[in-house]
């Protein structure tokens, strides 16, 4: 039971300790303070504004719906008709448009270009040129062949050019390969 306790505390711990996790906690606090902002620009602001070259402020637009429109003076509740106040829906839009355009060019632009110049400085090795298994194989050959001519005293005629493949001398070494004869891979006819 412990262990299963340990277990979900170690995986709760893993998911609170994810970057993104953490990142988006952060972006919500900012988020939350901003729009506040935003908020109190657009009607401190915005809305003046709209009411200055319109008749009313921005909030107040309204049309009717179901004619007539009657308000009460004292309580400013609608007595008859269906009124539809766009204005501050108008004003909710223009609030998310500002948040948003703040939050991509002061907080998103930025970390994009900090991410693609950390990715820049962080270039990977190129790799190096494949080397074919025909080529391998002859390398190996070759290095056999030179080791055996330096070990029993002999310089002549122990070595291949790398390009030649060596078919028709490789052929009678593996054939005494085969039967028991000769140790290890010569290049020399028998």
Do not use: H
Not at 45 to 55: K, S
Not at 93 to 99: E, G, W
Not at 114 to 141: C, F, G, M, N, Q
């Amino acid at each position: 039971m412990e262990s299963e306790k340990k277990g979900l505390l170690t995986g709760f711990k893993e998911f609170l300790m994810r970057g993104n996790v953490v990142e988006l906690a952060v972006a919500v606090v900012i988020g939350t303070a901003f729009s506040k902002i935003v908020d109190s620009l657009v009607k401190g602001l915005i809305n003046p504004l709209v009411g200055a070259i319109g008749t009313k402020d921005l909030e107040k637009y309204s049309f009717c719906l179901k004619a007539p429109c009657e308000t009460s003076k004292t309580t400013g509740e609608v007595t008859s008709g269906v009124p539809v106040n766009w204005g501050p829906v108008l004003s909710a839009t223009l609030t998310f448009l500002i948040t948003a355009a703040v939050v991509y060019f002061l907080m998103i632009l930025p970390m994009t270009r900090y991410k693609e110049r950390l990715a820049a400085k962080k270039t990977t090795p190129e790799a190096p040129p494949e080397v074919s298994e025909v080529d391998l194989l002859t390398e190996i050959r070759d290095l056999l062949a030179s080791e055996r001519g330096s070990s029993d005293g002999r310089s002549g005629g122990t070595e291949v050019a790398a390009g030649s493949g060596g078919s028709a001398d490789t052929e009678g070494s593996l054939g005494q390969q085969r039967d028991g004869g000769g140790r290890g891979v010569s290049t020399e006819k028998p």
